[in-house]
């Protein structure tokens, strides 16, 4: 905390003296880390000091004034970076600003307060997310059911939900898993956590989180999910008091009727879905296309949208990126069904031959949310058991990138889009 204030007063020192120069850290192919440049633009915002995210202006570059400590921190993290007279960064803001040219500028003026919702068993290496938020050295704080209960939430500016199902079907891994002692212990730690809670099932209480989720959201909080834990969301939200889970689950019979109760004005992103109600199929719904994709591994991309920096700059914000076409890679949720979409949802990026979305976002009261298809964007088929991705290997993954444009999405200042 003491190196902190005291780094703190030296860059307001530093400003009052206004020296002519700052810094710009590119994000185009210049870049040797795109991924840790996300944790230097955060690591500043930390120190209060202004960050302007370019959007479209090399791949999303990052410009703010310099100070040896910010050089010196690129440095040891391996971040590329040009030193410029202000004369220059003035010339390129003028540039952005020009109403021709699909480029702008966005303010980000503090480092937003990161949670995971995620099991207290779970290795970092078990989520893309948590991975990358390591890797690029950011901070985040694991919750879960407990401490949203708790009231929690209301602290955090961005939530980003582990692979759960939210429909208290554990992963619907039961005819292959049941067995396993990683499936045991956790059946075993969502069952005990339900009864000290106060809840009869585990479906109860993950419908209850799910709910209070859907409040912070509402009250203006920004959601991110990749995989299973997208669709299961908005599954458990339709079914808010009708049991869609089997004996062996909860120890009592689903509902016959489950399909006529859903409920979709309450979902995020799907609606006329069907259930998958066989516990032997590893499917929660019709959302998902992994079963039914006629995708090879060689043709599987996705495009990314292009959107008006000036007009739209949150989907622009979202797909900054130094590459178009996006590798695909699998989960147990790989990508959604299109027509199951709702028609105010933003489809970020697709694979419009297959019919599917990969990317997608949407609003909802003064809130945010994003869901992600797939598990690992640098693990094609990542199955139970793998050893981690090692972002080493990857440190400039285009597919990573969107990960982490969702977690600076909240320190920039923006409107929500026009309709």
């Known amino acids: 905390m003491k190196n902190k204030i005291i780094l703190s007063i030296g860059f307001l020192l530093f400003l009052f003296h206004a020296q002519a120069i700052q810094l710009l850290i590119p994000m185009d192919d210049t870049q040797r880390n795109h991924l840790k440049s996300y ?18 202006y090399r791949g999303g570059s990052f410009l703010m004034q310099h100070h040896p400590e910010i050089e010196n921190e690129c440095v040891v993290r ?9 004369a220059q960064a003035s010339a390129i803001l003028n540039e952005i600003a020009q109403p021709e040219v699909n480029q702008d500028a966005v303010s980000m003026n503090k480092a937003p307060k990161i949670a995971v919702y995620t099991p207290p068993n779970k290795q970092p290496w078990d989520d ?11 901070e985040y704080d694991q919750i879960y059911d407990e401490e949203i209960l708790d009231g929690k939430l209301a602290e955090y500016d961005w939530l980003h939900l582990h692979h759960e199902d939210f429909t208290g079907q554990f992963g619907k891994f039961w005819r292959t898993h049941q067995h396993m002692p990683w499936y045991q212990q956790e ?13 009869l099932k585990v479906s109860e209480m993950k419908s209850f ?13 920004f959601l991110f999910a990749m995989c299973a834990a997208t669709d299961t969301y908005d599954i458990a939200l339709a079914a808010t008091g009708v049991d869609i889970a089997g004996p062996m689950f909860d120890g009592d019979p689903a509902d016959p009727h489950a399909h006529d109760h859903l409920d979709f ?23 998902d296309v992994t079963n039914t994709r006629r995708v090879s591994r060689e043709t599987d ?16 914000m979202l797909c900054q990126n130094h590459r178009n076409m996006i590798k695909g890679f699998m989960g147990q949720t790989t990508a959604f069904r299109s027509t199951l979409i709702k028609p105010n949802v933003l489809i970020l990026g697709e694979n419009k031959p297959a019919r599917e979305a990969r990317y997608i976002h949407g609003e ?15 693990d094609y088929r990542h199955l139970v058991g793998d050893p981690p991705t090692d972002l080493n290997l990857y440190p400039n993954s285009p597919g990573y990138r969107l990960i982490l444009n969702n977690v600076l999405f909240p320190a920039a200042k923006k409107k929500k889009r026009e309709t």
Request: glycine share 8%; net charge negative; no cysteine.
């Open 128 to 138: 893309a997310v948590t991975l990358v938020l390591s890797y690029a050295e950011i």
């Open 209 to 221: 989180v799910t709910r209070e989720m859907d409040k912070y959201v509402i009250n203006g909080g």
């Open 39 to 56: 944790g230097m633009a955060y690591w500043v915002l930390q120190r209060d000091v202004e960050v302007k995210w370019l959007l479209n």
């Open 301 to 316: 991309y996705f495009t990314l949208f292009e959107f008006s920096a000036k007009w739209d700059p949150i989907p622009t």
């Open 78 to 86: 391996g971040v590329s970076f040009e030193t410029i007279p202000d």
């Open 364 to 378: 909802k009261g003064k809130g945010f949310w994003t869901f992600y298809g797939g598990h690992d964007p640098e």
């Open 187 to 199: 059946v075993s730690i969502n069952k005990a956590l339900a009864e000290k809670l106060g809840f």
């Open 265 to 287: 004005s309450r979902t995020f992103a799907f609606e006329n879905f069907q259930l998958e109600m066989d516990p032997n199929v590893y499917e929660f719904s019709n959302i």
